[in-house]
């Protein structure tokens, strides 16, 4: 398993489907739908991704770290 990080390709809001796809060895495109199910049933998934956004570095600034 890789580190969990926001890619800087692969995004299309803020990288965390694509993030947690890398991390689960899954298609970004799976990773977006099923989000999107999820947003069907209740529960805070908006705000877990608008967290996982905030808390989950950049690959380009995780790199500059390392």
Same mark, same amino acid.
């Given at each position: ?6 890619? #800087?390709?692969? =995004?299309? /809001? ?5 993030? +947690? ?7 970004? #495109?799976?990773? =977006?739908? /099923? ?5 069907? +049933? ?25």
């Amino acid at each position: 398993m890789s580190r969990l990080v926001r890619p #800087t390709h692969d =995004r299309m /809001i803020g990288g965390v489907c694509a993030a +947690l796809a890398r991390r689960f060895d899954t298609s970004a #495109t799976t990773m =977006r739908v /099923i989000f999107l199910i999820s947003c069907l +049933l209740p529960g805070p998934q908006f705000l877990l991704y608008i967290a996982l956004w905030i808390l989950l570095p950049s690959e380009d600034k995780a790199r500059a770290a390392w």
